[in-house]
């Protein structure tokens, strides 16, 4: 059983930062990917960012220079470091992972992200 556990969303003002985090149940090996996605009413489901084992990183052209996405392998955790927040970033974020490039993949539960003044 795979599960990934989320944490760090609330309420931020713009221009404010966020860490979101996410914990799983095992390690991802060496082929596998973690990462975020946002889901904002309205609006359809985006890739915000991922990393791969061997620390590849992918960011969406929405967040690139204001996020990052940091990786602690011995904790089996993914972080979203969110910086420069627009009220525009408000949405659930969700965690996944996938072990191998043709497995499925496992979701976090999400957490609520919103920017407002």
């Known amino acids: 059983q795979v599960q990934l556990v989320e944490s760090g969303g609330g309420l931020v003002q713009p221009g404010g930062s966020l860490r979101l985090s996410c914990e799983v149940s095992?390690?991802?090996?060496?082929?596998?990917?973690m990462g975020w996605y946002c889901h904002a009413p309205g609006k359809q489901r985006d890739l915000v960012a991922s990393v791969s084992s061997r620390s590849i990183t992918n960011y969406s052209d929405s967040v690139k220079g204001r996020s990052t996405i940091p990786r602690d392998n011995a904790k089996n955790t993914v972080h979203l470091q969110m910086n420069s927040l627009r009220p525009e970033d408000t949405a659930v974020y969700f965690c996944y992972v996938r072990f191998t490039v043709v497995g499925p993949l496992y979701w976090g539960q999400g957490t609520q992200v919103t920017v407002s003044s």
């Open positions: 095992r390690s991802i090996g060496s082929l596998g990917v």
